[in-house]
Antibody
Framework: EVQLVESGGGLIQPGGSLRLSCAAS????????MSWVRQAPGKGLEWVSL???????YYADSVKGRFTLSRDNSKNTLYLQMNSLRADDTAVYHC???????????WGQGTLVTVSS | EIVLTQSPGTLSLSPGERATLSCRAS???????LAWYQQKHGQAPRLLIY???TRATGIPDRFSGSGSGTDFTLTISRLEPEDFAVYYC??????????FGQGTNLEIK
């Protein structure tokens, strides 16, 4: 069974850093494309970043230069390093597996990041 | 960037009724890259439809997707109590870039 479990969220001050983790089971992260998608409180879904199985990474303009996506193949885990956090980064962050490069077929429950002083 | 506009924002129906949700794109979208998701309160989104009309694994056949170009539709033929949720359309625009509609809240009348 495919499962994705996020962790690492919390309350952080503006300008601070946080690293999110997404532990996968039931499939191999390194053989898949994976993404982070966020959802601000009471709002819709926003794609954040993508890593292809080959390792290339891509980012939404809103986080480019501040967020870094990586993975640890030995732990079957995805990471999102978030620096220079701003209030508008406040959201639940979901990791998701990408099917066919185009759709998100499995999602984690998400971890809440709150950026506030 | 392609913008997806969903309508209506809120749809109030009763169990057993038919639901028709619309997703309109600001420019033409490949049908291969249009998907629909269901999200219940406090839960992760669930993939319902991909390729505009293909049901994902385990999705009941009362859910169907159709459309092409700039106009896409999600239809739920007979609403069950568990179908009341928020529904999002999503497109893949290359580069890569992914965009979502703002959602339709399907509520019990």
């Amino acid at each position: 069974e495919v499962q994705l479990v996020e962790s690492g969220g919390g309350l952080i001050q503006p300008g601070g850093s946080l690293r999110l983790s997404c532990a996968a089971s039931g499939f191999t992260v390194s053989s898949s494309s994976m993404s982070w998608v966020r959802q601000a409180p009471g709002k819709g879904l926003e794609w954040v970043s993508l890593i292809y199985s080959g390792g290339n990474t891509y980012y939404a303009d809103s986080v480019k230069g501040r967020f870094t996506l990586s993975r640890d193949n030995s732990k079957n885990t995805l990471y999102l390093q978030m620096n220079s956090l701003r209030a508008d980064d406040t959201a639940v962050y979901h990791c998701a597996r990408v099917m066919g490069g185009a759709v998100f077929d499995y999602w984690g429950q998400g971890t809440l990041v709150t950026v506030s002083s | 960037e392609i913008v997806l506009t969903q309508s209506p924002g809120t749809l109030s129906l009763s169990p057993g009724e038919r639901a028709t949700l619309s997703c309109r794109a600001s420019q033409s979208v490949s049908s291969s890259y249009l998907a629909w998701y269901q999200q219940k309160h406090g839960q992760a989104p669930r993939l319902l439809i991909y390729g505009a009309s293909t049901r994902a694994t385990g999705i009941p056949d009362r859910f169907s997707g159709s459309g092409s170009g700039t106009d896409f539709t999600l239809t739920i033929s007979r609403l069950e109590p568990e179908d009341f949720a928020v529904y999002y359309c999503q497109q893949y625009g290359g580069s890569p870039r992914y965009t979502f509609g703002q959602g339709t809240n399907l509520e019990i009348k």
